[in-house]
């Protein structure tokens, strides 16, 4: 074995760039992926990742229900199963969504993905051709333009404010689009407490938004994975819900109201679409997570989710609040940020002419990391914002993550200054 190790090591290597394919050769990594390896093994305050708290993770549950399953459902979770889907999972996830939301739904409009972020590449696949037109927030999910960008569409990006992404002048862009004889695929958003920016889409919005899709033709991804998380302020339907033609995709996943580990979303849209998305899966993995279907299953039958949800929010609300405070109480003046009503992350803005993403680097010395906001946008031209995360520390360690970046950021004011 020695042997063999050390001839290949004294043998020319191989041009590996050669065998990779163009599009393989264009991939990056994730850079909030890469970001993590970096503060994971230091002594730093990471505000960075968009990760729940293992502490919200109903581990009692999940045994009870693992030991149930396996006891009288093993047959069906430890064997293969349908690229749909575990129907009696559909069946509950469709009651659920029409109890919570009032979207009418049955089980052929739902799929089961390997977590959102497989439909998020299933609809590149089955939708985006060469040169598609495909408007995003400004800015919007950085793992959703990985995704799309592999099947080469043409990013529009319409801005944001605190009532979501402006309606207004996507209806200019649109028609500005049309006059130049192209025409929208689909408008793809996160409707509800937005990655990065934790805003929310407001109702009236989201009504135009529907109208404009008949009106250009195109299709709605409404991406919806911490539309549960709500802290403050009155619920607002999803976008789904005055969806009455099928033009709206709806992603959703159990990972941030169950466990991310288990890797599982669904998507809701109509059996047309859902139909070649499901060919589209078979060649992917032929099938979700079974064991996890199953689970998954009987946590939303047996009450579980709906019991869950509260402490989950009652977990989260108090850190949330908690930078926030911080937030206000060191953050130097010229400095903003978002509040948002739940799910995960706040958005800040500095004064321009500061790079975050150069910033970085002095942060991580002074022992605190954040996401450099550059990475948000599709065409990576706004260089002076940040996201943070408040779901996996606790309120003192938010708070003095939160003071070590103000004092980074005064620094780098006072620069500008000079």
């Keep these: 074995m020695q042997e063999k190790l050390e001839r290949k090591l004294a043998s020319e290597p191989l041009n590996f760039e050669s065998f990779f394919s163009e599009k393989a050769l264009q991939m990056k990594a994730s850079e909030i992926r890469e970001l993590l390896k970096l503060?994971?093994?230091?002594?730093?305050?990471?505000?960075?990742?968009?990760?729940?708290?293992?502490?919200?993770?109903?581990?009692?549950?999940?045994?009870?229900?693992?030991?149930?399953?396996?006891?009288?459902?093993?047959?069906?979770?430890?064997?293969?199963?349908?690229?749909?889907?575990?129907?009696?999972?559909?069946?509950?996830?469709?009651?659920?969504?029409?109890?919570?939301?009032?979207?009418?739904?049955?089980?052929?409009?739902?799929?089961?993905?390997?977590g959102s972020q497989q439909a998020l590449d299933l609809i590149g696949r089955v939708f985006i051709n060469p040169g598609d037109v495909v408007v995003v927030e400004a800015p919007t999910y950085l793992a959703a333009l990985n995704a799309f960008k592999y099947y080469e569409p043409e990013f529009v990006s319409i801005p944001m404010d605190h009532d979501g992404m402006r309606i207004d002048l996507l209806e200019e862009k649109l028609e500005e689009l049309k006059r130049e004889g192209k025409r929208v695929k689909f408008v793809y958003t996160v409707s509800t407490f937005q990655n990065p920016m934790g805003v929310t889409m407001s109702l009236d919005r989201r009504k135009r938004l529907i109208e404009l899709a008949r009106e250009y033709d195109f299709l709605i991804v409404e991406d919806s994975p911490y539309s549960e998380l709500r802290y403050s302020g009155e619920?607002?339907?999803?976008?789904?819900?005055?969806?009455?033609?099928?033009?709206?995709?709806?992603?959703?996943?159990?990972?941030?109201?169950?466990?991310?580990?288990?890797?599982?979303?669904?998507?809701?849209?109509h059996p047309h679409f859902i139909r070649k998305m499901e060919i589209a899966k078979q060649a992917v993995d032929l099938c979700a997570n079974t064991l996890a279907q199953v689970i998954a299953w009987k946590y939303v039958e047996n009450g579980y989710l709906d019991e869950h949800i509260p402490k989950i929010i009652e977990f989260y609300k108090p850190r949330r609040d908690a930078m926030l405070e911080a937030l206000e109480e060191f953050m130097p003046e010229g400095v903003e940020w978002t509040?948002?009503?739940?799910?995960?992350?706040?958005?800040?803005?500095?004064?321009?002419?500061?790079?975050?993403?150069?910033?970085?680097?002095?942060?991580?010395?002074?022992?605190?990391?954040?996401?450099?906001?550059?990475?948000?946008?599709?065409?990576?031209?706004?260089?002076?914002?940040?996201?943070?995360?408040?779901?996996?520390?606790?309120?003192?360690?938010?708070?003095?993550?939160?003071?070590?970046?103000?004092?980074?950021?005064?620094?780098?004011?006072?620069?500008?200054?000079?």
């Design 235 to 269: 619920p607002i339907p999803p976008i789904k819900h005055f969806d009455d033609e099928g033009r709206v995709i709806y992603l959703g996943t159990f990972s941030k109201i169950l466990a991310p580990g288990f890797r599982l979303g669904w998507v809701s849209a």
């Design 39 to 114: 503060v994971e093994t230091s002594d730093v305050i990471s505000l960075a990742g968009g990760l729940p708290a293992p502490e919200t993770f109903p581990v009692e549950i999940i045994k009870k229900i693992a030991q149930e399953v396996l006891t009288e459902h093993a047959d069906k979770a430890l064997q293969y199963g349908t690229t749909k889907g575990f129907t009696p999972l559909r069946l509950a996830l469709a009651k659920w969504m029409e109890n919570r939301y009032g979207i009418p739904m049955s089980k052929v409009e739902i799929m089961m993905v390997a």
């Design 339 to 418: 509040k948002p009503n739940g799910g995960m992350f706040v958005w800040v803005t500095l004064p321009e002419g500061i790079d975050t993403k150069l910033m970085m680097e002095k942060a991580v010395a002074k022992g605190v990391a954040y996401v450099p906001g550059e990475a948000f946008f599709a065409h990576r031209d706004v260089k002076n914002t940040l996201r943070l995360n408040f779901t996996y520390v606790p309120e003192k360690t938010i708070r003095e993550g939160v003071r070590r970046l103000a004092e980074v950021i005064e620094e780098e004011i006072k620069a500008l200054k000079k």
